[in-house]
Nanobody, 120 residues
Framework: QVQLVESGGGFVQAGGSLRLSCAASGTISINAMGWYRQAPGKQRELVAAVRSDTYTKYADSVKGRFTISRDNGKKMAYLQMNSLNPEDTAVYYC???????????????WGQGTQVTVSS
């Protein structure tokens, strides 16, 4: 059974940083891992994704501020978030999916989410 567990969320002031971690367990071949977020009243949106060959994709709103990385051997993905602002406040979810040069397609496995709150 595949499980994803996120950690690292919290409360931070604008301009601060947080690092999210996602641990995958179970027998699964992972092409890519992605981070999504969902703010209250909004749709879930892709934040960043990273493929096994380290190819990455970012939402325009986080380019230059967030960095996604992964450890293939440990089935871990990370999201370093710098220069946070209140618009980044959301529940952040980890996902296993497929990343091409243009598109990340989420798979059916999701973590429980971790809350990130940024105060102004």
């Amino acid at each position: 059974q595949v499980q994803l567990v996120e950690s690292g969320g919290g409360f931070v002031q604008a301009g601060g940083s947080l690092r999210l971690s996602c641990a995958a367990s179970g027998t699964i071949s992972i092409n890519a891992m992605g981070w999504y977020r969902q703010a209250p009243g909004k749709q879930r949106e892709l934040v960043a994704a990273v493929r096994s060959d380290t190819y990455t994709k970012y939402a325009d709103s986080v380019k230059g501020r967030f960095t996604i990385s992964r450890d293939n051997g440990k089935k871990m993905a990370y999201l370093q978030m710098n220069s946070l602002n209140p618009e980044d406040t959301a529940v952040y979810y980890c996902n296993i999916g497929v990343l091409t040069t243009t598109t990340y397609t989420p798979g059916g496995y999701w973590g429980q989410g971790t809350q990130v709150t940024v105060s102004s």
